[in-house]
């Protein structure tokens, strides 16, 4: 940890900033410089976390060295984590796709994406039945008997299934019936529902907040395996920027970056990180393309009938024909598919 | 709404449109431009949102005229709410200065800021029970503990007590011990909580999200009013942008946007809207200057010892000093204090 | 265009409105709605930009509805533009790579590093003798010196060579030496200097401002075929967001985007838009993916001792196994390489 | 400066990177941690700049301790500076308003103006002359003729004056006719306008662009100061968010923290920060609050007929109340007015 006191410190504020980390059993280091006092921790130091130096009225800034997490990072676990999901699971040599609409709509509808998505080469399905919606006047989701046709129809195609919760009451609810909770970005700083998530056995896709950073997102999944589930796959969705032509601004800079910094497997979601339908096909080659391990993508019997977000979902004949595009991106990264 | 077809849509688009909206109850309107078909639909557009147009494979966007929210709405309720909050609520013509550490760490710490903030004129204080943090390593707070000390601090002081909480176990566990709720930016979208909350009796105090819009602000606090609880607080707290200098960026001008579109009082939190000691004064003077309701401040009686934001929370003699300079800003501003 | 009135419209605000409209030789509709009064004008509405309608004080909003552009427009041009640069162009179906140092330095490094990337394949060299910085005491560049340097580069390896250029006295000095010239992110909305390249003959790499709307990139450019010069190839380069961990946010949905609304060629530079060296090749391989035209890279002989960006800059080794791996994803997007 | 090494870095890195700091005459320090190796420098950091340590492969970060300019710190100078404006200049315990319309567009208009805002009170008049606009088929402003003007309006009022320019060609033109030169937000990195008017006797009007940071916007002033002129005002204008229901975020905490970090003197522009007329007097009111030592503002004697930005000026009437109101702020702020 490196502090840098105000230029009018003194030095009894030097001196009692040495003396609080010699205490915390870190090896201080004093350094005057021409216009500020500089002063160095060496050793761990998330110990020096409780003494709050950040807060002494003639510190400048505190940077610290060390990343904040530790059971997520790639210094603590060299090899890429493969996490269960179907057959094969997500992470390592593989590139996933989990297809499926927005929100489960009715049996029919499901039962005709399962299949589609299915005999088109996706590894999974995803579907909403509790819904995140910024207006009560939307539709909120059909759920549990949207869970109990998503059950249906991973028995019917031998998919797994992915689906949203927002609590730990439906947490507890969709248990039985699914294969992977997502969190959504609205949820990914929801640390009571992290904490629950880390105490259940099943694998959590743990998308990025739409203001959150790398680091906020990695410390978000250091919640989860804390608690001891270390089943987490870290989603790209988009971020908020001043851009309104697309709906989110979609950083693939943050696969490159997470796999630098983390050993969980990193997917991507085309389809809420532009919003438009023409561009959800191009982005997901560019996922393939920069080291994703696979994409969740919006795919709808009929678009136009979608209860939400239908203006980004691809149809069943457009996402047939995707997929055939979509392979040689992924082989030429190094992925089968 | 006003609908634009894209460049490629043909008549049976535009016919297929029109009918829709005519179905809906709604007149439609047909304007074909030089280059494309724009369509508009005359009357409650809010009706149309379950035909999904926007969905339509020929749609190129879709204008909403309307606000998406209604309960909420300044064209609902022309006049200015005040909502219950000790003796003389929050909102009107008063400005109120709600004080007091970001977290309870004692029962002492508690009753000298509580004792302090009071004779200094604050009209409530704040204190977190329970701690919403970025890392699973930080502090996360005192829980029940800590709601029982707010509630002595409160019956000593005569004056009430807002707490932060974060799902429904907590809103029901510190339900008896506070005035009122926080809803953290963080938490802002979480709309389980926000629907229990509307069915709570109790003042909610709904912070704007990190990168929340106004209008997602506004449909927010819809949730609670549309469950029956018409007590909210709307509270600028700063939003995320590219300027590292401060922890947020305050955005002050939601203070006139929120009184120009809603009827609820707002009030400024200068302290996490900038995350610096030095700048929270003249924030605070700002917020009072622009028509905001009052501001929520953090104040700690030893700041280097607080276990969370030491580094932007006054000291009790910084905040009397504060108080004095604050009132000519809300009296300028035609308010009392 | 459609207009929406405040609530507190009058009819004599519309009429005066619908007056207007009619005058400027356009179609108006007069639709009342529940809440408020909304007009529409039908014909060419760049017409009305001189009414100001916007001004009007019981106006609350205007929405245009076609784009601000005409000339730079997919509407206007339906088949892909090749921008002259070297023996094959820029855009079509080739995907083109220029490398080279971020500054020209000395002829040595400019001979080493442009007989290697031409090795590599590269069908370009990049170098800066004007250099922006944001600080006075940063390397400022060789400037004409530099410029001969560049010249003799190109002639000994046979490639084209692109050089920054930030006033209307460089783009003179630099015209006789260079056969591109680019303007940086900084200077996108420098009207002066792109009103002065649309009145020369060479063509222009045109960079999107850090803070740059798709919209007002291609009003940039705009502005350089209004003044007869129709040889702009448009650059994603990053955007500024609040992620820290990367120098810029590249956003890579730019290029269909584009591609949907604009003929002109797309290229990329992943170098800038990501700040980070390990980052740089993903980033390339997925914009190959997503459809660009080509990458401009940053490569140098020896990266730690460039005078500016030598921290995202590929050395010659690195960049000979880039090229290799980059094919592929070329070919996969039915481009030649 | 603290140099942190990447995990993988070997003895040999160290090493080489302290001899650096040796041979560059400061204090080497050797930190190893327990995860990665942390080297200080002690001494003047800026002459490190031109050793690129940032560009090494085995260096992860680089932090610098000292702000990155000189000139324009307060470390540098302790007193607020006063800048050259009228008679009684930008600055120390006044709070000046410019005020006038965007553009010059007529004799009558700018007389009118002219008049009406000396009467209000306003120190100085603001017109542009040439006019930066995103679209070339916009109005370009009066140019010459438009100067002229300004200088009548001027000599008749005894009020001084300022007008954008946007090239050295234009700083030339200007000289004669006008008090002060502004720099625009799309200008503030044109380093060869910086440095041009570094060289000339006149006072800046410095605006921060749409996504600099702080620290850029001071270094932008260093350019302009270390060639010589020392009169420079920056000018907080908005900054570019999410937020889309104001043109800009006007960014308010920007005036102490300019403040702390430097001694020039700093306006605020609330007309072009929100774009929204109704917005612009809380938002002047609370930079008065903060301790701005000043406003540039927007108004015109008929602003639905203004060339430009119309929908965010005051009419003559509506400034008059305004610069009623505004007053006890300054006031309260302890500046006279």
Tied chains: 1, 2, 3, 4.
Excluded: W
């Excluded at 999944?221 to 851009?243: D, H, K, Q, S």
């Amino acid at each position: 940890m490196i502090i840098v006191l105000r230029p009018e410190a003194e030095q009894r504020d030097s001196d009692e900033i040495l003396s609080l980390i010699e205490k915390a059993g870190l090896k201080p280091l004093y350094m005057p410089g021409v216009e500020r006092v500089v002063i160095g921790a060496i050793g761990d130091e998330r110990i020096l976390k409780k003494f709050h130096i950040e807060s002494h009225p003639m510190v400048e800034k505190v940077e610290e060295i060390l990343s904040p997490y530790k059971l997520v990072s790639r210094d603590m676990k060299k090899t890429d984590t493969v996490v269960p999901f179907g057959k094969d699971g997500i992470g390592g040599n593989r590139f996933i796709v989990i297809a499926g609409p927005c929100a489960v709509e009715s049996a029919a509808q499901m039962k005709k994406a399962g299949a589609a998505v299915k005999a088109a080469g996706a590894a999974g399905i995803r579907g909403g039945a509790y819904k995140p919606r910024s207006s009560p006047y939307s539709f909120q989701g059909m759920g549990l008997d949207g869970l109990k046709i998503l059950k249906d129809v991973s028995l019917e195609t031998g998919l797994p299934v992915v689906t949203e919760i927002m609590d730990q009451v439906e947490a507890e609810e969709a248990m039985p019936y699914v294969d992977a909770f997502q969190v959504g970005a609205r949820n990914m700083q929801n640390f009571r529902l992290l904490t629950e998530l880390g105490q259940l056995n099943k694998t959590v896709i743990l998308k990025r907040g739409m203001s959150a950073t790398i680091t906020e997102l990695l410390l978000a999944a250091e919640y989860i395996l804390n608690e001891g589930n270390p089943n987490v796959v870290l989603c790209e969705r988009g971020i908020r920027t001043f851009e309104t032509s697309t709906r989110n601004t979609l950083d693939l800079s943050a696969v490159p970056n997470i796999k630098k910094h983390s050993h969980l497997p990193v997917i991507v979601d085309p389809s809420h990180g532009t919003g438009v339908r023409d561009y959800v096909a191009p982005m997901a080659f560019a996922a393939a393309a920069c080291g994703a391990d696979g994409i969740m993508i919006e795919v709808h019997p009929c678009p136009q009938e979608a209860e939400s977000d239908g203006q980004q979902s691809l149809n069943l004949t457009q996402f047939e024909d995707f997929m055939k595009k979509l392979k040689p991106f992924a082989l030429a990264a190094g992925k089968t598919m």
